[in-house]
């Protein structure tokens, strides 16, 4: 398989990714979740992606569609177009998936992935993780990584900006 063939691989829809978490818990994995934008992906993101696979078998991460980066971030994002930032998170090795969710919370995508770990920066709360309650309830655990600070997309963004 190509290299790019190996990273098209891992970007699932909502179908295809169902099939692999079976596959994947049928094997015995554990399953971590995160989601976020990942608009300009930097240091930070990459500690935190590595940390989050660390904590598991495989890393699952629900990416924000451009629309749903508009409508939290503004009109003026997302930067990178979805197809980029998809292909740039499943070239990483620490990523196992990518699934691209429209609505502005990966609630729904938390209720199918069922994942074993729920992941987020460590500028959340457990309490405040949407979808936490779900992965409590089926026994999982919810954690909160330390966050990098000085590396952010907005802080990014506005260096440029200033330019």
């Known amino acids: 398989m190509s290299q790019l063939n190996a990273i098209r691989a891992k970007i699932h829809d909502w179908a295809t990714i169902v099939q692999t978490i079976a596959h994947w818990r049928a094997q015995g994995y554990t ?75 990966p609630l729904e995508l938390i209720r199918l992935v069922q994942p074993d770990l729920l992941v987020k920066g460590g500028d959340w709360q457990p309490e405040q993780i949407v979808g936490s309650d779900i992965v409590l309830a089926r026994g999982g655990q919810v954690q909160c990584l330390p966050y990098i600070e000085g590396y952010s997309t907005t802080a990014i963004e506005q260096q440029i900006r200033s330019w």
């Open 31 to 105: 399953i971590v979740f995160t989601n976020g934008c990942f608009d300009i992906l930097h240091y930070g993101h990459l500690h935190y992606l590595a940390e989050a696979r660390d904590l598991g078998d495989k890393l699952v991460i629900g990416l924000n569609t451009a629309a749903s980066v508009q409508r939290l971030k503004g009109p003026h994002r997302p930067i990178h177009d979805e197809m980029t930032r998809q292909h740039l998170l499943a070239a990483l090795t620490c990523v196992d998936a990518v699934v691209p969710f429209e609505t502005d919370t």
